[in-house]
């Protein structure tokens, strides 16, 4: 039974940084692209980050460019996604998802599999 857990969100103060994990179960990382999407309060939920199955190929939303950065370990089968100088229009749940690798990852309709979210909030 594939499976996606996330970990790492909580509370940090602007400029802060946090390290999000996805542990994946069922499946190995190879066979599946793992994206990143979050979903504030009253917001539709949008991508985030992508990382395609070879792991070569990453995507990033403009608005974290440069601040954020994902990335895998194979042999622990998790995906990590670093966050940097966080921002409070960071604050959301994040989710990891499992798909096909496509130029519209950005679009949560063509993900499969979903984790059960973890909260960043971002405030003084």
């Known amino acids: 039974q594939l499976q996606l857990v996330e970990s790492g969100g909580g509370s940090v103060q602007p400029g802060g940084s946090l390290r999000l994990s996805c542990a994946a179960s069922?499946?190995?990382?190879?066979?599946?692209?793992i994206g990143w999407f979050r979903q504030a309060p009253g917001k539709e939920r949008e991508g985030v980050s992508c990382?395609?199955?070879?792991?070569?190929?990453?995507h990033y939303a403009d608005s974290v460019k440069g601040r954020f950065t994902i990335s895998r370990n194979n042999a622990e089968n998790t995906v990590y996604l670093q966050m940097n100088s966080l921002e409070p229009e960071d604050t959301a749940v994040y989710y990891c998802?499992?798909?096909?690798?496509?130029?519209?990852?950005?679009?949560?309709?063509?993900?499969?599999?979903w984790g059960q979210g973890t909260q960043v909030t971002v405030s003084s």
């Open positions: 069922g499946f190995t990382l190879d066979h599946y692209a």
């Open positions: 998802a499992a798909g096909t690798y496509g130029s519209t990852w950005y679009v949560p309709l063509w993900w499969d599999y």
């Open positions: 990382l395609s199955p070879s792991g070569s190929s990453t």
